[in-house]
């Protein structure tokens, strides 16, 4: 089973052809076991694909083996990956259809073997502010769909506060199909800084649509521009909110090429 890794800011992905891939029921176990950071490869996530004549057909499942609808950095690692085969050149664009609808993609540069893409990642959905109890606490959040489900809590940045709050959130009854979530502080107009505990996966080097989410609520509720600099522990994305939707910003790499032995 021939397999390819590729990595956006430290969140990584396995990509694997949709027709080399097991029947449908056994595709979350091979997830599972593909990855393990221990016994097998090491992922944050599986993402089966279908060439397509402007792109490709992608679906995605978390490291725990359960269904995501999107992720911004795995559309933009499946890009790189295509843009590799195709031999694309700076200004041409790849169409990715994800459960959350068709992004388009337009490749900017490379620098060495990293590709920076601009993706329309369309408009976020159903924003609102909530309360919600953690271990008895009220926690402040901003909750929205930007393709998957996502809560923002705006404040203090902590990696205990991810453990505490953030993970607690992600599994809570509040949120029956589960969320992605990220701490977020507004440390300048044009600069939002983060963690994510991604849904399914745990915490995360970054996440493109937790990027989005972070910077949706920091521009609604934070004071923050409409073009901004989302960083988290693996680097900076730009995030622009536009009429049209979101624009979101940042580079992918492949890495490395592997046969599973099955």
């Known amino acids: 089973m021939n397999l390819v890794k590729a990595q956006a800011l430290g969140n990584d992905f396995l990509l694997l052809a949709e027709h080399r891939a097991p029947q449908a ?3 979350a176990d091979l997830a599972r076991q593909l990855c393990d950071r221990h016994h097998g ?16 057909r992608m679906r995605l499942l978390n490291a725990d083996g359960s269904h995501s609808e999107l992720s911004g950095n795995g559309v933009r690692c499946l ?31 490379r620098e060495g073997r990293r590709l920076t893409f601009r993706a329309h990642m369309g408009q976020p959905e159903e924003i609102q502010r909530r309360t919600v109890a953690v271990a008895g606490m009220p926690v402040e959040a901003v909750t929205l769909r ?10 203090d940045v902590s990696v205990e506060r991810l453990h505490d709050v953030a993970a607690k959130l992600a599994v809570h009854p509040a949120f029956p199909e ?5 701490l977020a502080a507004v440390e300048a107009p044009a600069r939002v800084r983060i963690l994510i505990w991604e849904r399914g996966v745990g915490p995360t080097e970054a996440s493109g649509t937790g990027a989005c989410a972070a910077a949706v609520a920091a521009i609604a509720f934070g004071g923050a521009a409409r073009d901004v600099e989302v960083i988290a522990p693996g680097g900076a994305q730009r995030v622009e909110w536009q009429e ?19």
Do not use: H
Not at 247 to 261: C, D, P, S
């Open 178 to 182: 589960g969320t992605n979530v990220e």
């Open 79 to 109: 890009a790189a990956w295509l843009a590799r085969v195709r031999g694309l050149g700076s200004g041409e664009s790849l169409e990715i259809e994800t459960d959350a609808g068709t992004k388009m993609l337009q490749l900017l540069g």
């Open 146 to 155: 930007v393709g998957n489900p996502q809560c923002v809590v705006l404040g």
């Open 244 to 262: 049209d939707g979101l624009f979101l910003t940042g580079w992918a790499e492949v890495v490395f090429e592997a046969r599973w032995i099955v």
């Open 25 to 27: 029921g056994e595709t």
């Open 41 to 56: 490869i090491g992922a944050d996530g599986l993402i089966l694909f279908s060439d397509g004549p402007r792109g490709a």
